[in-house]
C-alpha cells in the first residue's frame, strides 16, 4: 500500500521506515528501527531527491509511483551516495528510464563504482556545483556542497518556493517514523533528542569543521522546512534543532552536566563509581550513570557529547584497560571528542593501572584534561577512602 505525506507545496515523503534492522551500518543498535527519506517534487518537471536502502525498496517505488501518478520522473537528484539512501538508484533508473541523475562531481566516481552496468545515465548526468541551480517550474532547486557531511561527495539541495532544506544525514535521526513524519508532532525534546545525539555523534560526530560549515551557509538561506534523510521533518522550532547541531558540531558540551561511565567485573568498580556519583549528586550536579558492560558503545559516546564531565570507571585488565572503557577510549579519539574534562576511578587487585593508561589515552584527545583527583580501588572501596572520594566528587562539580 502506497505511505505518502505532503511535506510542503508539491513536495511528497515518498520514504520508508524499517523496524526490522537490528544494527544501522551493522554497528549501532536501533532498537526503534529507522527510516529512510526520500521526496518527490511534483511540478512542470518532476524530481526525486534520493532514493532509500534496499530494505524497504519495494515500498519506497510504490511511493514514488503514487506521489508521480502516472507522470514520468525528469530528474533524480543525488545528494548522497551512502547506500542507504543510494541502493536504489538503479532501479529507479530501471524503472523511469528517462530521468536524468542530478549529482556533483565527486558523485559521478561513487556512481560508477557502485553501478557499472549504468554508464549512459552517469555519462549523461546533470553535473552541479555549490550555488548551481534547477527549475523545475515553481520550485528551484539550489545546490550547497557539504562535503564530509557525512561522506565526501555530500551536498543539500535547497528548494526556494517552499524554504526546503534537504539536508542529507545532517538533522537526521535513528528512529522509524510512527505515522506522523514531522517533529513537532512527535515530542521530540522527550522521546527523539537521545537518539539524534547518539546519530549526531557516531555519524557524523568526527566531521563537526565541516557542519559548521554547513550551518554557517545555511544560515544565509531563508530555510521554512529541514528535510533531512533519517527521522522526523523539522517546520517548527528549527532554530532550536539547528542550535543542538551548533553545539554538537562545536563539541561544546550540550548540559552543564556529568556523566559516570564504568566498567566493572563483579561490582566493586561499579560500587565506587555510584558513591561517587551520589557524592557529585550531593554536590547539586546533575549526573547520569552508565555500565559500559550494558549500554551500547554509541550511547556512551553520545553521553561524552552532552556532558561536560565524564567519569570513567575501570579495572585493570590484562594489564590494560577492561575492554568497554578502553574501546570507548579508541572510539572517542577516532570520532575526535574535544574540550572535556575526565575524572578516573581504577581498580586493581594486584597491580592497578587503569587509571594510567586511561590517562595516557585522554592525553591524546584535544584540549581534554584529566582531574587530579584519582580514586583508585584496590579489591573494594573502603570506607577508609571517604575523604579520596569527597574530593575527587568536589574536584568534579568544581569543573563544571
Ligand atoms: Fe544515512 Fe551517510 O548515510
Redesign the pocket.
Known sequence: MQNIQSIADGIFYVGASDRRLAKFENLFPIPRGVSYNSYVIVDDKTALMDTADASVGGQFLENVAAALAGRGLDYLVID?M?P??AAMVEAVLLRWPGARLVCNAKTVPMLRMYFPGNDAAIASALVVKEGDSLSLGRHTLSFVMAPMV??PEVMMSFESATGTLFSA?AF?TFGALDGAIFADEVAFPTRWLDDARRYYAN?VGKYGVQVQGVLKKAAGLPIRTIAP??GPIWRQDLEWFIGKYDLWSRCEPEEKAVTVLYGSMYGNTASAANALAARIAAQGVKVAVHDLSCVDNSEAVAECWRAAVIVLAAPTYNGGIYLPAGELLDDLKALGLHDRVFALVESGSWAPMSGKLMAAKIGELKNCTVLDQKVTVRGRLTAAQDAELDACARAVAAAL
Do not use: N, Q
Open positions: 548522497h551512502e542507504d539512501h557525512h561522506w544525514d537526521g555519524i534523510l533519517h
